[in-house]
């Protein structure tokens, strides 16, 4: 019996790769006179315990295949390997510490893939073998996407995958991918507050439509280096096989952007910005009425069920008059990329919002 469960506990300990010695993530940043760049809103994480636990908390990685985004001097990207990643592809921007992954890319036993460029525009389809494929309305595949991702990309970056979700389209082609990705502690918050929280927002509704949505916990900002001005939350999504509001993210955005614009007045009042000021009050009060809507609630205690009913309505409504898809308060193109959000999530002053859709 004891020979079994040594036997077991081999094959256990053998499923790790064990790295040869190297440097330190720390060491390597003095070798190389690494700094973190302002600019590209860098903060080096470089607690081995820390790097561990934001893989751990993701779900078991061993034998999967991993995307880790903005691995930097490769904190996380070690951490990744030792916990049995089957493989992994780290994607930086930065030339500046190809040499650091470099050196890991060595030790992995060809288990590392290095790719130099913006995961804003990266394709992640060519990444993962077709083989790792899983039906939608099955289990999520064996991929992983892990970041450390700099502030003042991450929640553009995260509505841009959200749309890539509702089109299934990018990593998401392979099915419901997981991420486990770092945000502004209050960026996390408000992705996972739920109706009637002060923090609700559209980003709110926009990651709870598409995704189920965890904050799994919290690093204190002393931990970076350097030592940013907020402390930091761990998100996990998994993407929903159905989405609360099954309709377009475009018409999706388009409503919620809206009904947001004014978060602390009537909910009618931003569905308002939906409609030229001829038809507003009528198409508003139709709006309200087939939707099963209280007109007076604030966008904030808005449940999903409620928004999904006030965008079908809108649907409905544009269906029968076409042009008013087109309608835009501001007179400009929208953005339904999702790069107008502030880097901390939070709310675009009314006169901001653009609230058509794209030409």
Not at 245 to 272: D, N, T
Not at 334 to 358: F, K, M, Q, R
């Amino acid at each position: 019996m004891a020979g079994r469960a040594g036997l077991v506990a081999r094959r256990a300990t053998a499923a790790f790769l064990r790295l040869p010695p190297l440097p330190s993530t720390s060491d390597l940043v003095k070798l190389y006179n690494l700094r973190a760049t302002k600019q590209l809103g860098q903060n080096f994480l470089m607690d081995h315990k820390l790097t561990s636990k934001i893989v751990r908390s993701g779900g078991r990685v061993r034998d999967c295949h991993v995307c880790e985004v903005g691995p930097g001097p490769g904190g996380i990207t070690r951490s990744i390997l030792e916990q049995g990643a089957a493989h992994l592809t780290v994607l930086e921007k930065d030339p500046r510490f190809i040499p650091t992954l470099e050196l890991l890319k060595d030790a992995s036993n060809g288990k590392l893939d290095i790719e130099l460029g913006d995961v804003l525009t990266f394709n992640m389809e060519k990444i993962f073998s077709p083989d790792l494929v899983q039906p939608w309305e099955g289990r999520p595949p064996k991929i992983h996407l892990i970041g450390n991702l700099p502030f003042n990309v991450a929640t553009p970056l995260i509505i841009r995958w959200l749309r890539d979700i509702s089109l299934k389209r990018n990593a998401w082609v392979n099915g419901r991918v997981r991420m486990t990705l770092t945000f502004q502690l209050e960026v996390v918050q408000r992705m996972v507050a739920p109706p009637g929280h002060h923090q609700r927002c559209r980003l709110s509704v926009m990651c709870q439509n598409w995704c189920q949505v965890t904050h799994k916990f919290t690093i204190p900002g002393r931990a970076f280096v350097p030592k940013p001005d907020v402390d930091v939350g761990i998100a996990h999504f998994i993407p929903r096989v159905e989405p609360h509001i099954p309709l377009e993210f475009s018409l999706v955005e388009k409503v919620v952007r809206c009904i947001f614009s004014f978060r602390q007045k009537y909910c009618k009042r931003g569905a308002g910005m939906l409609f030229p000021e001829s038809l507003r009050d009528e198409l508003v009060d139709q709006m309200f009425t087939v939707a099963e809507v209280n007109p007076t609630l604030r966008p904030f205690q808005l449940s999903m069920s409620e928004f999904n009913r006030l965008c079908h309505t809108y649907a409905a409504i544009i269906e029968k008059r076409p042009t008013l898809a087109r309608f835009n308060t501001h007179n400009r193109r929208a953005v339904v990329e999702g790069v107008d959000y502030d880097s901390d999530g939070s709310e675009v002053e009314a006169d901001n919002y653009i609230v058509g859709p794209a030409a």
